[in-house]
């Protein structure tokens, strides 16, 4: 029943926003246009179709606000004007009052506000679908930022999730794409991380994990957990200061070099994805500044860590691989690496994947970042993998999402950027790594308590082994000639039955013929 409900609320809000009214605009047919003007009879839609789209989303909850915040970072896929609202949805969502906030930090800790902080500021600083943040000062004197949930977020993300589970298995159960597209398995990979965003204390986990990751990358900070303030609720990590990555101009006129943020933005995502395994999947804007303090002057500061990826030492390597030989244009091989991980059926033709993928990549290279739109390309690649029946693996999706995100931060910062050629060099460096000679010696050394374990008791082991192997030699052969005498026996039996029968044959002939004569 409550699906149901949340269904009829979905279709509610997307009357009441006009979200079908800014569907059909898109449309050139003239029924379609004049189905328009019929629907919108009687509705009250003159608010700008960016700012409509937005307050749906938002009074959807938290899946849909999530879905404007990937958009928002697309801005070369939809009009200015519905990505400049969509944009107020990575950190400009509306707050929930103070009191709510303060009643839950004071639950969480069991004590008064004013016992967990010197100061606290009322006024949040961020608000996003999850969470908002508020700042403090513990105190000790460090400058903190708090935290909080939502409330009520959890029925809300268990309704919308059961509706997507329900259309995902009519997708999957309809549509000719359905198996290859494994619908379901999606939308069990967005219910994991959703749910994990619930949880503040694993959200502090994976700061410290990407902490410590990134720490011997003079590229990006990220705050410290301050762990005796960190509850399911409520999460107390190090203030960081900076500016926005969104304003652009603000941080040119600090002098702050434009390019190489671009480039370094890059770096950090293929390090955390190649060499680490482990990334931040959220990284649109809101959760991005870059700091100008003089000791750390035009780092990024990495914010909200609710969503992270992981991947398999076989994922990285098969990314490793494909990205590496996307570089250097062998379509070949990247048709080659699809049929060897099963992603493709067996009795696929290698020179006609290759053909495809080569019509889809070639057009791109060598221009500039202003010139590729990396979610056409993905566009493209999606209609080649229909022809072949490639199967979407949903552990990737999140990554998906994640480059996507790259590529849009990217082009607001230095549309010359040329993604191709500032990843080639890092994919050529990770693959050297993986099978040179500094691979195998930690290979070496993650194995050396094993084999610490072993060499000491191998002469004893070979010793046993020698000793050991007569007895059972002798043993096993003993056994093969008792079997040997039993067949031999059987035989005997056989051939003496035989003969007495064949005889016994002979003898009623012979009686047989006496009586006759």
């Given at each position: 029943m409550s699906r149901f409900l949340r269904g009829f609320f979905i279709v509610w809000v997307v009357l009441r926003y006009g979200l079908d009214e800014l569907l059909l605009s898109g449309f050139p047919n003239p029924l379609l246009r004049a189905l328009r003007s019929v629907i919108t009879i009687g509705r009250n839609l003159k608010a700008p179709r960016g700012q409509r789209l937005r307050e749906a989303l938002e009074a959807l909850g938290p899946i849909f606000v999530k879905f404007g915040q990937v958009l928002s970072t697309r801005r070369d896929l939809m009009p200015p004007d519905i990505a400049e609202e969509l944009a107020r949805l990575q950190d400009r969502v509306p707050p929930f009052p103070s009191?709510?906030?303060?009643?839950?930090?004071?639950?969480?800790?069991?004590?008064?506000?004013?016992?967990?902080?010197?100061?606290?500021?009322?006024?949040?600083?961020?608000?996003?679908?999850?969470?908002?943040?508020?700042?403090?000062?513990?105190?000790?004197?460090?400058?903190?930022?708090?935290?909080?949930?939502?409330?009520?977020?959890?029925?809300?993300?268990?309704?919308?999730?059961?509706?997507?589970?329900?259309?995902?298995?009519?997708?999957?159960?309809f549509s000719a794409d359905g198996k290859r597209l494994k619908p379901r398995e999606v939308v069990a990979e967005f219910d994991k991380y959703l749910h994990d965003e619930l949880d503040l204390v694993r959200e502090a986990s994976n700061a410290a994990q990407l902490r410590r990751n990134m720490s011997d990358l003079d590229l990006v900070l990220i705050p410290e957990m301050y762990w005796d303030w960190c509850r399911t609720e409520v999460l107390v990590m190090e203030r960081m200061k900076g500016v926005p990555i969104s304003q652009v101009v603000r941080l040119?006129?600090?002098?702050?070099?434009?390019?190489?943020?671009?480039?370094?933005?890059?770096?950090?995502?293929?390090?955390?994805?190649?060499?680490?395994?482990f990334f931040h999947a959220d990284m649109h804007p809101g959760n991005i500044q870059v700091s100008l303090d003089p000791a750390t002057f035009g780092r990024y500061i990495s914010l909200d860590f609710g969503i992270v990826g992981t991947l398999t030492q076989f994922d990285k390597e098969y990314l490793a691989q494909n990205f590496t030989a996307f570089f250097r244009r062998d379509y070949k091989r990247v048709?080659?690496?699809?049929?060897?991980?099963?992603?493709?059926?067996?009795?696929?033709?290698?020179?006609?994947?290759?053909?495809?993928?080569?019509?889809?990549?070639?057009?791109?290279?060598?221009?500039?970042?202003?010139?590729?739109?990396?979610?056409m390309?993905?566009?493209?690649?999606?209609?080649?993998?229909?022809?072949?029946?490639?199967?979407?693996?949903?552990?990737?999706?999140?990554?998906?999402?994640?480059?996507?995100?790259?590529?849009?931060?990217?082009?607001?910062?230095?549309?010359?950027?040329?993604?191709?050629?500032?990843?080639?060099?890092?994919?050529?460096?990770?693959?050297?790594?993986?099978?040179?000679?500094?691979?195998?010696?930690?290979?070496?050394?993650?194995?050396?308590?094993?084999?610490?374990?072993?060499?000491?008791?191998?002469?004893?082991?070979?010793?046993?082994?020698?000793?050991?192997?007569?007895?059972?030699?002798?043993?096993?052969?003993?056994?093969?000639?008792?079997e040997q005498r039993r067949t031999n026996r059987l035989l005997q039996y056989i051939i003496y039955g035989g003969i007495g029968f064949v005889l016994g044959l002979i003898v009623t002939q012979l009686l047989l013929r006496i009586r006759l004569w």
């Open positions: 009191q709510i906030a303060v009643a839950t930090i004071e639950r969480a800790f069991g004590q008064k506000l004013d016992q967990v902080f010197a100061s606290f500021d009322q006024q949040p600083v961020a608000s996003a679908s999850i969470a908002q943040v508020h700042f403090a000062v513990l105190h000790d004197g460090r400058e903190v930022a708090v935290k909080v949930l939502r409330p009520g977020m959890l029925p809300v993300i268990d309704k919308d999730l059961g509706l997507m589970r329900l259309m995902a298995g009519w997708v999957e159960k040119r006129e600090a002098g702050v070099d434009i390019p190489k943020l671009a480039r370094d933005g890059v770096t950090i995502f293929f390090t955390q994805v190649f060499r680490d395994g048709a080659e690496l699809h049929i060897e991980s099963g992603w493709v059926p067996e009795d696929t033709r290698v020179d006609e994947l290759e053909a495809g993928i080569r019509s889809v990549c070639e057009p791109y290279f060598d221009r500039p970042l202003k010139e590729i739109s990396l979610g390309v993905l566009m493209r690649l999606f209609q080649i993998s229909r022809r072949f029946n490639v199967e979407i693996q949903p552990q990737l999706v999140l990554l998906q999402k994640t480059l996507l995100n790259i590529e849009g931060l990217g082009r607001d910062l230095d549309p010359e950027l040329d993604l191709w050629s500032t990843a080639k060099p890092f994919l050529e460096r990770w693959m050297i790594d993986q099978l040179g000679p500094r691979m195998f010696w930690q290979q070496l050394k993650a194995e050396a308590p094993q084999y610490a374990k072993l060499l000491p008791a191998l002469p004893r082991l070979l010793q046993d082994y020698l000793q050991q192997r007569p007895h059972q030699l002798r043993a096993e052969l003993d056994q093969l000639v008792a």
